[in-house]
């Protein structure tokens, strides 16, 4: 069985914090993906990274930046939080290009 | 980045057969389709995926027009269990590239 795992299910941060989002999967698969998902918005991709040290912008980067070093770490970086990155944050990753496995989420609050 | 569009909600009764068509005028060749199954608090999960024609497994039927600018998910004899939200998603290439639609909400009745 895949598995995705997510550093934090809750995580509440201040203003101006710099945050880190840890995802980490364990099926030496290439693609690994970033989404967020608000109410009424479904899932937009904020990067994606189909190898190593590879990275793609997705539909909404601005404020975020990855990390990966490693195949199976992907990293989301918010480099100052603030509040309109409250969301939930979900992880994937897939065997290009076929079914992503998603991780359980991890809800950021901003204060 | 384009979109895929799906309608936004649905309502079925226990026992029918829903279908639910995804959009995507602007696909590219080497783009597959997949659909997905999300519950509250919980991630998307994998239902079925196709290329063209159509794709059946134990949960769910895909259809694929020749010209596959849209696809069809089917279930079979939905229960309340079923009532999620459905994405579908194409890629890995072209405009669409991982980007989801936001969803058809799909609530089943008794």
């Known amino acids: 069985d895949v598995k995705v795992t997510q550093s934090s299910r809750y995580l509440v941060k201040r203003t101006g914090e710099k945050v880190f989002l840890e995802c980490v999967q364990d099926m030496d698969h290439e693609n690994m993906f970033w989404y967020r998902q608000d109410p009424g918005l479904g899932l937009r991709l904020i990067y994606f990274s189909y190898d190593v040290k590879m990275k793609e912008k997705g539909d909404i980067p601005e404020g975020y930046s990855v990390s990966r070093e490693k195949k199976e770490r992907f990293s989301l970086i918010l480099e100052s939080a603030s509040t309109n990155q409250t969301s939930m944050y979900l992880c994937a990753s897939s065997l290009a290009p076929y079914e992503q496995y998603f991780g359980p989420g991890t809800r950021l609050t901003v204060t | 980045l384009a979109k895929t569009t799906q309608p936004i909600s649905m309502d079925s009764y226990e026992g029918q057969e829903v279908n639910i068509t995804c959009s995507h005028n602007?696909?590219?060749?080497?783009?597959?389709i997949t659909w997905y199954q999300q519950f509250p608090s919980q991630g998307p999960r994998f239902i079925i995926q196709g290329y063209k024609t159509k794709v059946t497994n134990e949960v769910a039927s895909l259809f694929i027009p020749a010209d596959r600018k849209s696809s069809t998910l089917s279930l079979p004899r939905v229960s309340l269990s079923d009532t999620a939200v459905y994405y579908c998603l194409v890629g890995p290439s072209g405009t669409y590239k991982y980007i989801f639609g936001t969803g058809t909400r799909l609530k089943v009745l008794a």
């Open positions: 602007n696909i590219a060749t080497n783009d597959y």
